[in-house]
C-alpha cells in the first residue's frame, strides 16, 4: 500500500537479507536492516542487462562479518504512487572505511 507524503521523495522502505532461501534474522527476530542503510540508488541502463543498485551502509553491529557474498537482498520501497519490490545480490564491496572504535561505512554494489 502506498503511503501519503509530506515532502517531495517521500519513501518508506525495508531490506531483508536472505540466505539459502530463509530470512536472516538477529536472536530477537529482527530481519529489517534499514537502520544500518545511509543511503542507496537504484539504476538501470540501456548498456547493462539487469538494474543496479548502491546502498552506503553505517555498520555499528558487525554486519559485514555475516555477510558470505552468497545472499539475496530484498528491498521493498513504498512509494506515494506505486510500491515495487527488488531482489538483488551483491557483487562487490567498497570504500570500506572506520568512521569510529565502532562503527564502518562501506558501499555495497548489488545487481
Excluded: P
Excluded at 519513501?11 to 540466505?19: E, M
Excluded at 539504476?43 to 542487462?49: R, V
Amino acid at each position: 500500500m502506498t503511503i501519503k507524503r509530506q515532502n517531495v521523495g517521500d519513501i518508506d522502505f525495508t531490506l531483508a537479507v536472505y540466505r539459502d532461501g530463509k530470512k536472516l534474522q538477529t536472536g530477537s527476530g529482527n530481519w529489517d536492516l534499514r537502520e544500518y542503510i545511509a543511503g542507496f540508488e537504484i539504476y538501470e541502463s540501456i548498456q547493462s542487462a539487469t538494474i543496479e543498485a548502491m546502498m552506503i551502509v553505517s555498520d555499528a553491529g558487525g554486519l559485514i562479518g555475516a555477510f558470505t557474498g552468497t545472499e539475496k537482498f530484498e528491498l521493498r520501497i513504498k512509494g506515494t504512487v506505486y510500491d515495487r519490490t527488488y531482489w538483488l545480490r551483491s557483487y562487490e564491496i567498497n570504500s570500506r572505511s572506520r568512521s569510529s572504535q565502532n562503527n564502518e561505512v562501506y558501499i555495497v554494489n548489488l545487481a
